[in-house]
Nanobody, 124 residues
Framework: QVQLVESGGGLVQAGGSLRLSCAAS????????MGWFRRAPGKEREFVAA????????YYADSVKGRFTISSDNARNTVYLQMNSLKPEDTAGYYC?????????????????WGQGTQVTVSS
């Protein structure tokens, strides 16, 4: 099992920034990649970004490219999501997830473990 704990959400004005953290514990050696997803009220879960533990390859949804940056600290088993130039449409619950595979990282079905989520609210 891999346990994931997100932190860093909050309320921010449009144009502002937040940094989310996701700390992994447990059988972290089984995880090959980490991803961030979000779900806004009344909407489907949406892929945001992903990163591989080995090599640090990154992937982003078009809606966040150029504004969000995913990074990892392998020694701390922690993944970060730096969110800049936030927009009201970024308002959602943000969830990190761990995958034991390296393909299809934009699909939630590729992930085996999920955190409880952290709320991000962007006011206009």
């Amino acid at each position: 099992q891999v346990q994931l704990v997100e932190s860093g959400g909050g309320l921010v004005q449009a144009g502002g920034s937040l940094r989310l953290s996701c700390a992994a514990s447990g059988r972290t050696f089984s995880s090959k990649a980490m991803g961030w997803f979000r779900r806004a009220p009344g909407k489907e879960r949406e892929f945001v970004a992903a990163i591989t533990w080995l090599g640090g390859a990154t992937y982003y949804a078009d809606s966040v490219k150029g504004r969000f940056t995913i990074s990892s600290d392998n020694a701390r088993n922690t993944v970060y999501l730096q969110m800049n130039s936030l927009k009201p449409e970024d308002t959602a619950g943000y969830y990190c997830a761990a995958a034991t595979i390296l393909y299809g990282l934009e699909y939630h079905s590729s992930y085996d473990y999920w955190g409880q989520g952290t709320q991000v609210t962007v006011s206009s």
